[in-house]
């Protein structure tokens, strides 16, 4: 079995584990640095009612406290699925190496896991999007961005 199979066939297993135990939907992911498994997550939607206890973001999190670093460098994500439009943006945020997928989000919406309608959703002006989305103006706006623009010791990622 080839290094990139043996994490991917963890990463199966776990969501495979998942079903049977009742505590979320079939997804795993696995945070990999240097031939070590540094985290790994199931999704846990139903079961913590979080909306975004995906297995990817789950992984990245425990990894990033493991590493204690904000960003995944040099590490690799093994997900059993394509991920989802918030999981794809959490894992570029978090800056991995390489991403591994197996099953794709079309096998994911044969079965109910369909988000298409969010990729659409990004490409559509706000004004026209399905949740109502109004832009406020305000006179503090900018406030946050000139004090992070200004801020000498900030932390850049």
């Not at 963890?10 to 079939?26: E, H, W």
């Not at 999981?87 to 079965?111: E, H, M, Q, S």
Request: charged content about 25%; aromatic content about 10%.
């Amino acid at each position: 079995m080839s290094y990139e199979s043996k994490f991917m066939a963890q990463a199966i297993r776990l969501a495979v584990d998942n079903v049977k135990s009742g505590n979320g939907g079939p997804f795993g992911a696995v945070v990999v640095k240097n031939g070590e498994v540094i985290s790994t997550g199931v999704n846990s939607v139903t079961s913590s009612n979080d909306p975004t206890a995906h297995a990817e973001v789950i992984a990245i999190r425990e990894a990033c406290k493991k590493l204690n670093s904000f960003q995944l460098d040099d590490c690799e994500i093994y997900a059993s699925c394509e991920p989802c439009p918030m999981c794809l943006g959490a894992i570029y945020w978090a800056r991995p190496v390489t991403l591994y997928f197996a099953g794709t989000k079309k096998d994911a919406a044969n079965i109910g896991f369909d988000d298409s309608f969010i990729y659409e959703e990004i490409n559509i002006p706000y004004q026209k999007r399905k949740i109502i989305t109004e832009h406020i103006e305000h006179p503090e706006t900018l406030a946050p961005f000139i004090e992070w623009k200004n801020k000498v010791d900030k932390i850049k990622y």
